[in-house]
């Protein structure tokens, strides 16, 4: 694609990937503005949004682009923060990252660049679009495609993901041939838009801790965890006055604020149908086998979609318990057609 000229807004985040991204892009000769996103933070825990926009800020300056600050806490409060707190609530297992591209970043920062005159936008995802397809990225450790099943497909088309053909250490080789003042900043691992503060700490902040007992698949208790809400179904706990593990949550009872733990991660279950809610699909044909992710890099389901498109129906044995709330993502080859919720 020629993009000369072209007026594409870059989503600046103040890490590495986005810095990148701006520089490949007004290398191709577009007309590119840097767009900082500010989100909702929550009150008394710490946040690195204000370095993050400096860091944001510097990169705008070393490109000589113009840069503005989008205040999308509204969004993102609504979207991601109230949707989080309310799936624990109810012991599913969401996906913050999920709703944080279809309500923030393909939602309230689509929109203002529409509504400034911008063709595209961009971001420094990894992950590629073909003619209106979405695709994973080159780099299948890196693969970002998995969080992006929910973006608008308005949205998508109108998208750019210059990283997507790029490995990760050669962003950070391009980085330094650039001379951008962040090519050495460490990547954030936390949840989208909060920095280094992690799913676990934001809960316990929201939450507080509600010790409980942890049982086996016998009921006999085989140590205490911290609270039933801060932890999702087949994800690692740590127990106090347990045998040593790892334990892994099989199920929770919020009521009794109770799980059953086992040291197997992995279990055979019988085939089941997979029913989605939520659905958001890309291409209109959707015949014939599909692989699905139900977690990032989690494992592949091969099998086939229902006639209305709301289950996916494995071929073969489930390898783990899948939980309610996570999102069903599913693909044809490399290219992400869609998805839904599981229910």
Same mark, same amino acid.
């Given at each position: 694609m020629d993009l000369r000229g072209k007026r594409i807004f870059v989503g600046l985040s103040g890490g590495v990937d986005s810095a990148v991204t701006a520089a490949l892009l007004q290398k191709q000769g577009a %007309?590119? #503005?840097?767009?900082?996103? +500010?989100? $909702?933070?929550?009150?008394?825990?710490?946040?690195?949004? %204000?370095?993050?926009?400096?860091? *944001?800020m510097r990169v705008a300056a070393k490109l000589q682009i113009p840069f503005t600050t989008l205040d999308a806490s509204e969004e993102y409060k609504r979207g991601v923060i109230d949707? /989080?707190? *309310?799936?624990?609530?109810?012991?599913?297992?969401?996906?913050?990252d999920v709703?944080?591209?279809?309500? @923030?970043?393909?939602? #309230?920062?689509?929109?203002?660049?529409?509504?400034?005159? *911008?063709?595209? !936008?961009?971001t420094g995802h990894y992950a590629q679009t073909e003619n209106g397809k979405l695709l994973r990225g080159v780099d299948l450790a890196k693969d970002q495609s998995y969080f992006l099943w929910a973006v608008p497909k308005k949205a998508l088309l109108k998208t750019i993901f210059p990283l997507g053909n790029t490995k990760k250490d050669e962003t950070r080789v391009l980085a330094k041939a650039f001379s951008l003042p962040n090519a050495v900043k460490k990547d954030s691992q936390g949840i989208c838009f909060l920095g280094s503060i992690s799913v676990e700490?934001?809960? +316990?902040?929201?939450?507080? %801790?509600?010790?409980g007992d942890a049982i086996d698949a016998t009921g006999v !208790?085989?140590?205490?965890? &911290?609270?039933?809400? /801060?932890? =999702?179904?087949?994800?690692? !706990?740590? /127990?106090?006055? *347990?045998?040593?593990?790892? $334990?892994?949550?099989?199920?929770?009872?919020v009521e009794k604020n109770q799980l059953m733990v086992s040291k197997e991660r992995m279990t055979t279950s019988d =085939? +089941?149908?997979? @029913?989605?809610?939520? =659905?958001?699909?890309? &291409?209109? %044909?959707?015949?014939?086998?599909?692989?699905?992710?139900?977690?990032?890099?989690?494992?592949?389901?091969?099998? =086939?979609l229902s006639a209305d498109r709301h289950t996916f129906i494995p071929a073969t044995p489930l390898s783990e318990p899948l939980a309610a709330g996570q999102s069903l993502v599913v693909y044809r080859g490399d290219e992400l057609v869609g998805g839904g919720i599981l229910a």
């Open positions: %007309s590119v #503005a840097g767009v900082f996103i +500010k989100g $909702w933070y929550p009150p008394g825990m710490p946040c690195t949004w %204000s370095e993050d926009r400096k860091d *944001a949707y /989080l707190l *309310a799936e624990y609530k109810a012991g599913r297992t969401p996906n913050p709703m944080c591209n279809r309500e @923030v970043k393909f939602g #309230a920062f689509f929109r203002f660049a529409e509504e400034k005159g *911008a063709d595209f !936008i961009a700490d934001f809960l +316990k902040n929201e939450f507080g %801790s509600a010790p !208790i085989v140590g205490q965890h &911290s609270g039933v809400l /801060l932890h =999702t179904l087949g994800s690692r !706990i740590p /127990l106090e006055n *347990a045998p040593p593990g790892p $334990w892994y949550v099989m199920r929770k009872d =085939t +089941k149908d997979l @029913v989605l809610t939520e =659905t958001n699909w890309f &291409s209109d %044909s959707l015949e014939g086998p599909l692989s699905a992710q139900f977690r990032y890099h989690g494992p592949i389901l091969v099998g =086939t």
